[in-house]
């Protein structure tokens, strides 16, 4: 079992900056793929970015492609997102979410993740 636990949501302006980070207690963290996620209420959740176990892909929506970077550290157990330029509809929930095994390459796909945490806020103010 892995639990996961998100920080470093805040309220920022826009054309600032935030960096996500993501702790990972239990399983073993360097086999997993780790994704982020994003939720604005009564919307659904959709995908941002995830890393695969090695670090070599890395995938992003295109809603955030050029302006966001995702890593991880494995002796910290812990993934990162940092996003850069933001705009006011980046504002949303973001969801840290882990994989044992992503099929078909479908890591935009919300059924591929087998853990998530419980979310931290983003708000981008004009």
């Known amino acids: 079992q892995v639990q996961l636990e998100e920080s470093g949501g805040r309220s920022v302006q826009a054309g600032g900056s935030v960096r996500l980070s993501c702790v990972a207690h239990?399983?073993?963290?360097?086999?997993?793929?780790l994704g982020w996620f994003r939720q604005i209420p009564g919307e659904e959740r959709e995908f941002v970015s995830a890393?695969?176990?090695?670090?070599?892909?890395?995938i992003y929506a295109d809603s955030v492609k050029d302006r966001s970077t995702i890593s991880r550290d494995n002796a910290k157990r812990t993934v990162f997102l940092q996003l850069d330029n933001l705009r006011p509809e980046d504002t949303a929930v973001y969801y840290c979410?882990?994989?044992?095994?992503?099929?078909?390459?479908?890591?935009?796909?919300?059924?591929?993740?087998?853990?998530w945490g419980r979310g931290t806020q983003v708000t981008v103010t004009s």
């Open positions: 890393i695969s176990f090695t670090g070599e892909q890395r």
């Open positions: 239990g399983g073993t963290f360097m086999l997993l793929a």
């Open positions: 979410a882990a994989a044992e095994f992503i099929q078909n390459g479908a890591w935009r796909t919300q059924g591929s993740y087998d853990y």
